[in-house]
């Protein structure tokens, strides 16, 4: 099977998610006996080539064109699918972050081809199967993908691990035929929320605060926390339905379902949206005041206490361990 | 179609107060997100017990938008699912809340309809239907694809701007504020175009007496494969479903105790050491 992995890359710099996508892109095709190459798409950004030789592309289509500079779905849409024609792709893969999610279908439904959104998981041995979260988490699908038939996938950043799979990356000039006309939707300006900390969908380390935080004013300590083990700035619901913070940050059935490494949750009951959300973090530490709060079931580590005092504490043990060690 | 939409508005919009627009706002059944689930007999599907269907939380802001529209310019929105004939229950909380046509595309083919297939029996309903905006949800919930607006505008040509919780309109243009990692973009797309809605657009308003009452008498068009010219046949989802399992239960966890600055100290080390989490 020919895969073909979309890396994302912005400023120039690809996204892990990206070379997530490219080792799991590199193992479907060693399964199956195909090649695996990728697209990348910018303005300066044929550079990239290397990296993702390095997780086992063995081309690169590279699109450096200044339509590129800004993403669209058209421009990206239209040379994507171009790319998966003059690869013969068979199996398409991007990030299920948020370009990913945009561009996916607008590839898909051009090819026509089926897309599967968010897979956390797939088998490889006695056919292929794909694993899917829904109901936000509540539930996991199996599904394979019909015989001879090419697809899309989406893949959950964070679960699936970078590996080293040195392959010829070879870079290769798409000849996309975008023209500017073809931009239909046109970004005409980004605003860059003030000293924003990672995107929570794509975060291997998430701290969320909900209603025990009690106001706006004091998710600086969870920033701060944050900032030091790199990580992003969640939330619940009723912390973003109070106004406290935007609903980009809200973890959950309706916000985010995220899959990081490590989620701390802070003065946060655990409604069953909210654990929808959450509960397939790899390691979840629960900061709350009252033992019988439903977060404690879906906790690996727990403890009873006034998060005012526990995450000042928190934040001071974990910069003494990087200074110390 | 899609031309003739634009060509009219076009007319329409550059000159006269009396714009109308004309929004299809697609609308999905959905199990509320209470609801519990558990793996049914066969396996393969989900046994949602006595959960409570509504329209899905994002097509609220669909609904609301499209109704927020016509009351400035004019027009009508019209309502539109995929689904069985429980689905109706949507269209009329939707119609109550002040749609004014409904259709329902139900059909045995459609049992199965995985995002592709829908968006494909959209496209073919929207063809039928005058429509200058297409208004989605962000995503379905339950099933999580957030795939079927996208797929949609793609199919019939027209711009997609997705994530959408802001927007204006300028002359036959919309200009869209929406989420993206890191911040906000703003994006121009011409009408027509189909756009996916997210919480902060608007707040969606909670059908009237008057509105319930006014939809019980408004009728709902149900629209079958052999009325859009669709093949069953090519209507098979394009993945295999095969197994559906609940998540394994989290082991137990720790609960620390002690005096609270011990138990941080602790709970570094254990996440350092133990969970290499840090
Ligand atoms: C359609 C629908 C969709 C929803 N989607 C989501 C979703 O996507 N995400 C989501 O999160 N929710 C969602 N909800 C809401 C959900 O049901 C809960 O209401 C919400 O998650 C509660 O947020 P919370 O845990 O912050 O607040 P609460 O339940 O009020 O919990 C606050 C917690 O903070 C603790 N606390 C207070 N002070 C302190 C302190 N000083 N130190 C330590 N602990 C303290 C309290 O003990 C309590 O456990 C949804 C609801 C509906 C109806
Ligand atoms: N069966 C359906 N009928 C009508 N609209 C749908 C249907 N499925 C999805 N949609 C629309 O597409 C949006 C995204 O759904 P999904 O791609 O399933 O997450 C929803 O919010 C709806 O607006």
Known sequence: MNVLVFAEQRDGKLKKASLEAMSVGRDLADATGGSAAAVVLGQGVAGLAEALGKAGAEKVFVGDDALFAQYSNDAYGLAVGKAAQVFGAEALLFSATAMGKDLAPKVTARLGIGLLSDVTSIVTEGGILFRRPIYAGKAFATLAPQTGKPFGLTLRPNVFPVKDSPKAGEAVSLDHGVVPGDIKAVVEKIITAQGELLDVAEANVIVSGGRGMKGPENYKILEELAREMGGAVGASRAAVDAGWISHSHQVGQTGKVVSPGLYIACGISGAIQHLAGMSSSKVIVAINKDPEAPIFKVATYGIVGDLFEVVPLFTQAVKAMKTGA | ?278
């Open chain 2, 1 to 278: 179609m899609v031309t003739c939409a634009l060509a009219r508005l076009s007319v329409r919009m550059g000159f006269s107060e009396e714009a109308r627009m004309n929004v299809l706002v697609c609308v999905k059944h959905v199990p509320d997100t209470e609801t519990r689930v558990k793996v049914a007999a066969d396996g393969l599907h989900l046994d949602l017990g006595e959960a409570n269907w509504v329209v899905n939380p994002y097509d609220e802001y669909a609904v609301e938008q499209g109704l927020q529209l016509k009351e400035k310019l004019g027009g009508e929105v019209t309502v539109i699912t995929v689904g069985g004939d429980d689905a109706t229950k949507s269209l009329r909380q939707a119609l109550a809340m002040g749609a004014d046509k409904a259709v329902l595309c139900s059909d045995p083919a459609f049992e199965d309809a995985d995002p592709w297939s829908t968006a494909r029996i959209l496209a073919a309903a929207a063809a039928k239907l005058p429509c200058d905006l297409i208004l989605s949800g962000k995503h379905g919930v339950g099933g999580d694809n957030q795939q079927v607006g996208s797929l949609l505008g793609q199919l019939m040509g027209i711009p997609v701007v997705t994530v959408v919780t802001g927007m204006d309109l300028e002359g036959t243009s919309l200009m869209l504020k929406r989420e993206v990692e890191g911040g906000t973009e703003m994006v121009k797309a011409s009408l027509p175009c189909v756009i996916s809605c997210q919480k902060g657009l608007n707040e969606p308003r909670y059908p009237s007496l008057k509105g319930i009452m006014a939809a019980k008498k408004k009728e709902i068009a149900t629209w079958k494969a052999a009325d859009l010219g669709l093949d069953p046949a090519a209507l098979a989802p394009s993945f295999q479903l095969k197994k559906m399992e609940l998540p394994p239960p989290r082991p137990a966890g720790k609960i620390l105790s002690g005096e609270i600055p011990d138990q941080v100290k602790e709970l570094v080390k254990l996440l350092h050491d133990e969970a290499k989490a840090i």
